[in-house]
C-alpha cells in the first residue's frame, strides 16, 4: 500500500517536470505492458488474503488517475503547440502591401477605342475583318485590277493561293456589303501591312480605320459633316476639316483629308511644314463599280468611304515625331501613355 502511495508521488514530481517529448515516454515507464502499474498487478497474488481486494482497488484507482493526467497533460501540450504556432502565422494586416505595377493598353489601341467610341456614338457599327486577305477583296473587288498601277503604291507581302497581308482595311468595305443590305454605316480597324522602307512617317506595319455608308441619297457633304465632327471630337472643337482632290480605285470622286494643324491652329508651323493642315487618309464617294461588285444598284444607292491612319491620328493628338516609337516596345515611350 505504501509503495502505490510512493509511486502515486513520483509520477506527480515526474509529470511536472517532463518535457512535452518525453510524455509518451512516461506513460509507457507507468502504464505499459512491463509498466509499473503492471508489475503492481503482478504482484495482486502475493498479497495475504484480506487485503487483495482492497490493494486491487488502490492500484486500479491509480491507474485511472495517472490516465486521466497524462491525458489532460497532452491536451495541454497541444493546445500550446496551437498558440504557439498561430503567434508564428500571425501576419500585420495593418503593413502596407507590395505595389503591384499593373499594366495598360498600348497607345494604338488607346487609340483604336476612342476613335471607336466617337463613331459609334453617331450610330455606326464596328466591323471586323483578317489581316491575311485575298487579293480579291484587298485588290479586285476595289476596283484595283491586276494590271492597275496603283497596286504599285500597295505592294505588301504575298502568300500562297493569291493570299496577301492586307494594304488596307478597306476590304472589310466590300466584305460588310456582301453580308449586309443598306442602310450600311460602319467602321473597321485593324493592322495593315505594306512593303514599305521605315522611316519617321512610314512602316511595314500600321493601323488604318475605315468608315462606309451606304443608304440612298448619301452627298459628299455627309461626309464631309461625319469627318469635321470626328476631328472636333477628336482633336478640339476648332478642328476644321480640308480636302484636295486625289485618286483612289474605289471612289470618284476620291480626296485626300486633312485636318486643320493642332500646333498652330492653321496659321502654320514646323509641325504642318508651315502648310497649315495635317494629311491623315483618303476618302471620296464610292465608285459605282464597287457597288456593282457586291450587287447593289447605284442608281439607286450612294456612299462614301474613307480610310484613316491610326498611328497618323496619335501621332498628331499626342504630339509623337516618329512613327517607328510605336513599334520599338521602349518602356519609357509606352508608360507616357499609362
Ligand atoms: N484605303 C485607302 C488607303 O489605304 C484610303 C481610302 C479609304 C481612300 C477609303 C478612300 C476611301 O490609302
Redesign the pocket.
Known amino acids: 500500500m505504501q509503495e502505490i502511495e510512493k509511486i502515486k508521488k513520483r509520477f506527480e514530481d515526474e509529470i511536472l517536470t517532463v518535457m512535452a517529448s518525453e510524455i509518451k515516454e512516461l506513460e509507457i515507464k507507468y502504464l505499459g505492458r512491463k509498466g509499473m502499474i503492471a508489475v503492481f498487478f503482478q504482484e495482486i497474488k502475493n498479497v495475504p488474503e484480506g487485503k487483495k481486494r482492497k490493494f486491487g482497488q488502490d492500484v486500479n484507482e491509480l491507474k485511472a488517475y495517472i490516465e486521466e493526467i497524462i491525458k489532460a497533460r497532452l491536451e495541454e501540450i497541444k493546445s500550446q503547440e496551437n498558440l504557439k504556432s498561430l503567434e508564428k502565422d500571425k501576419i500585420d494586416v495593418t503593413m502596407t502591401g507590395l505595389r503591384l505595377s499593373n499594366g495598360a493598353p498600348n497607345i494604338i489601341t488607346q487609340t483604336i477605342r476612342e476613335v471607336e467610341d466617337i463613331f459609334v456614338s453617331m450610330g455606326f457599327d464596328v466591323m471586323t475583318g483578317p489581316e491575311i486577305e485575298s487579293d480579291y477583296y484587298n485588290f479586285e473587288a476595289l476596283n484595283i485590277p491586276e494590271y492597275h498601277p496603283a497596286r504599285d503604291m500597295?505592294d505588301t507581302f504575298y502568300l500562297a493561293q493569291k493570299m496577301l497581308l492586307r494594304?488596307?482595311?478597306?476590304p472589310i468595305q466590300i466584305r460588310t456589303m456582301e453580308t449586309y443590305k443598306p442602310p450600311i454605316r460602319m467602321i473597321a480597324t485593324g493592322r495593315?501591312f505594306r512593303r514599305d522602307a521605315a522611316d519617321s512617317s512610314h512602316f511595314p506595319i500600321f493601323h488604318?480605320i475605315?468608315g462606309l455608308v451606304v443608304d440612298k441619297k448619301v452627298s459628299f457633304a455627309n461626309l464631309k459633316g461625319t469627318l469635321s465632327e470626328f476631328a472636333k471630337r477628336m482633336f478640339g472643337k476648332n478642328s476644321r476639316i480640308r480636302f484636295s482632290p486625289s485618286y483612289?480605285p474605289?471612289?470618284e470622286p476620291?480626296a485626300e483629308t486633312a485636318i486643320s494643324c493642332v500646333m498652330c491652329g492653321g496659321k502654320g508651323c514646323p509641325v504642318c511644314k508651315y502648310s497649315g493642315w495635317l494629311e491623315m487618309?483618303?476618302?471620296?464617294m464610292v465608285h459605282p463599280n464597287v457597288l456593282r461588285n457586291v450587287s447593289i444598284e447605284p442608281e439607286e444607292y450612294q456612299g462614301f468611304?474613307?480610310?484613316w491612319g491610326i498611328e497618323r491620328i496619335a501621332m498628331v493628338k499626342y504630339e509623337i515625331p516618329d512613327i517607328r516609337m510605336f513599334y520599338q516596345n521602349d518602356l519609357r515611350f509606352l508608360r507616357q501613355f499609362k
Open positions: 500597295q494594304t488596307q482595311t478597306s495593315c488604318q475605315e483612289f474605289f471612289v476620291g487618309g483618303g476618302s471620296g468611304a474613307f480610310g
